[in-house]
């Protein structure tokens, strides 16, 4: 999505400075902010197509600029953390951030991060393609069936469900909690165990579980449905 609007928002200049210099070298339009107030008034003003948002900001924190946005829009988010925040990296994730990427980082990673955000937030206003192809594995949404190298595979009615809602959401990291709740809901006593399960089962059938490539996990996190290269 070349052209699209991006807001890096991080109070530390020298991180600021490359990430706008490297979108805008990519032929995106950069916007820059060091706070989250400033971060605010940049999104309602300038509504960017994305944004980058570290969590550690001065003001208002990262979390709480994440928390009001979700509020009234659905611009599509990557955070910036440090290692060490998986509580944070959780917290923005179920509160509707896109994807995140740990300081230190590569700018390569984020850039392909700040793509498949982009890729998501422009699916929200357009139909979803109601057939998934993936390698040998194609997931026809309208039928609810799937098969691999052309054979029916059988998936009972959770695996499905569960494959359906990291398909639609591809390449974007799906927390837990976030499969927890859409699958048994949110008052659901199901266990991480359980949804562990299912994710194994789904990998036997339609995966190397050994070496995944299509069903991803992000250890401590949650899984992705991923489109190899």
């Not at 003001?59 to 994440?66: A, K, N, P, Q, R």
């Amino acid at each position: 999505m070349i052209g699209a609007r991006v807001l890096v928002v991080d109070d530390e200049p020298s991180i600021v400075r490359a990430v706008a210099a490297n979108l805008r070298a990519r032929g995106y339009e950069a916007l820059t902010a060091a706070s989250g107030k400033a971060a605010l008034t940049v999104i309602e003003t300038q509504q960017p197509d994305c944004i980058v948002l570290d969590l550690g900001l001065p003001d208002v924190g990262g979390l709480e600029v994440l928390r009001r946005l979700r509020a009234w829009a659905t611009t599509p988010v990557v955070i910036l953390t440090a290692v060490d925040d998986e509580w944070k990296k959780a917290t923005a994730l179920d509160l509707g951030a896109d994807d995140y990427v740990t300081k230190p980082f590569a700018m390569t990673e984020l850039l392909a991060r700040i793509r498949g955000a982009l890729r998501h937030g422009q699916s929200q206003g357009l139909d979803r393609p109601r057939t998934i192809e993936v390698g040998p594995v194609c997931i026809d949404l309208d039928a609810g069936l799937v098969t691999r190298w052309g054979q029916p595979v059988r998936l009972t009615r959770t695996e499905y469900r569960l494959l359906e809602i990291l398909a639609t959401n591809e390449g974007r990291l799906c927390t837990s909690r976030f499969l927890s709740e859409h699958l048994w809901g949110a008052r659901s006593e199901q266990k991480g165990r359980c949804l562990r399960d299912h994710m194994a089962s789904l990998r036997r059938k339609l995966d190397d579980p050994s070496v995944p490539e299509l069903l991803v996990t992000e250890p401590g996190m949650g899984y992705r449905f991923v489109i190899p290269t």
